[in-house]
């Protein structure tokens, strides 16, 4: 069964930083792309970051970019998210998502999820 579990989610200040891993297993992860999407209460799912198979290729949400990082470890079957500078905002349901082909951009085309993770960010 293929699992996807998130970790390192937390209460931070403002200004402050969380690195996300998200754990996969039951999958050839390296042929996945890998995304992050939040969730903030009363709001839709969005698009967070993704990465390719092999790392070569990231894309941002513009409300993220220059402060959020995606990397991936093939060898260790883990995504990661590291978050610097976090604002208020950025509060919300964490969740890491595999795609085996289409468009990253949109939830409906994954084919795994996590359970996802609480990032609250305090002012």
């Known amino acids: 069964q293929v699992q996807l579990v998130e970790s390192g989610g937390g209460l931070v200040q403002a200004g402050g930083s969380l690195r996300l891993s998200c754990a996969a297993s039951g999958l050839s992860f390296s042929s996945y792309f890998m995304g992050w999407f939040r969730q903030a209460p009363g709001k839709e799912r969005e698009f967070v970051t993704g990465?390719?198979?092999?790392?070569?290729?990231?894309y941002y949400a513009d409300s993220v970019k220059g402060r959020f990082t995606i990397s991936r470890d093939n060898a260790k079957n883990t995504v990661y998210l590291q978050m610097n500078s976090l604002k208020p905002e950025d509060t919300a349901i964490y969740y890491c998502?595999?795609?085996?082909?289409?468009?990253?951009?949109?939830?409906?085309?994954?084919?795994?999820w996590g359970q996802g993770i609480q990032v609250t960010v305090s002012s």
């Open positions: 990465i390719s198979w092999s790392g070569g290729s990231t």
């Open positions: 998502a595999a795609l085996k082909g289409g468009a990253y951009y949109y939830t409906q085309g994954y084919d795994y």
